[in-house]
């Protein structure tokens, strides 16, 4: 049976001030992004946790709760959710070079095809999503459409977070990891399976956890950014030949 991803958490960052409320209007539209029920194609996707249920790592309330704050910390947190707050503030000062390298290092690092697909599928979605939509640059559409081979969703994610007035790099992955969190749980009511009950105490513990997240994310340089959670990939692998699943990945 593979490994948890691992038995330990990344020590905690130090938790920053409050930082002034978006206005209503700003904060509403980070909440629609980070929707799930947003039309990317998210809701398809589990990373590995429904090969994680198939392996018996996961079988109730208690271990799908362990696993997704593990998920959080070891690969959010030192992944993705560094890329996301990154290319936030590539966005905002229009740093073509930097969000290309950030979209190069995202489909690089994927570890199994079907981590690839989602990131790209994803990307592609919301990049046809934004297109008719008001209040983004036209010329941040013609950048993402111009990354090679796709823009991956943290980068798209971003473009579409830093079209949105007055929000921070922290706001952003505040929101981002939220809409991570929801799919996550969303996909562990139906595979595990578990009660609506459950599963909101299960988000409930991930939405804790989420400031320190991104906090540590914020504050993690480029060398200390990685993709690496052995157990995960080897669990991701198997999903792609896995008998009988409701999810891509």
């Not at 983004?136 to 830093?162: G, I, K, N």
């Not at 929000?167 to 981002?176: F, I, Q």
Request: charged share 20%; net charge neutral.
């Amino acid at each position: 049976m593979p490994p948890r991803i691992a038995p330990h958490r990344l020590p905690r960052a130090a938790r920053r001030p409050a930082a002034p409320g978006l206005p209503a209007p700003a904060l509403l539209q980070l909440m629609w992004l980070a929707s799930p029920a947003l039309p990317v194609g998210g809701f398809s996707y589990s990373e590995g946790l429904e090969a994680a249920i198939d392996a018996g790592c996961v079988t109730d309330e208690r271990s799908t709760r362990d696993w997704l704050l593990d998920q959080l910390h070891l690969v959010l947190a030192r992944g993705d959710l560094g890329v996301v707050t990154r290319a936030v503030a590539a966005w905002q000062r229009h740093d073509v070079r930097r969000l290309s390298e950030l979209n190069t290092w995202v489909l690089a690092t994927r570890e199994t095809s079907e981590a690839r697909l989602q990131t790209e599928q994803m990307g592609r979605s919301l990049v046809d999503w934004l297109r008719p939509r008001a209040g983004l640059d036209p010329a941040w559409l013609a950048t993402l459409a111009s990354f090679e081979p796709q823009p991956c969703y943290p980068v798209a994610w971003a473009a579409a977070a830093a079209s949105v007035a007055s929000v921070s790099a922290r706001d952003a992955g505040l929101a981002y990891a939220f809409g991570w969190s929801e799919n996550m749980v969303q996909a562990a009511l139906k595979a595990v399976p578990l009660g609506q009950a459950a599963g909101q105490r299960v988000l409930a513990a991930l939405a804790a956890e989420l400031p320190d997240a991104v906090d540590h994310a914020l504050a993690l340089p480029d060398s200390l950014r990685l993709a690496h959670a052995p157990g995960l990939a080897i669990l991701g692998a198997r999903h792609e030949t896995q008998y009988s699943r409701l999810f891509r990945s």
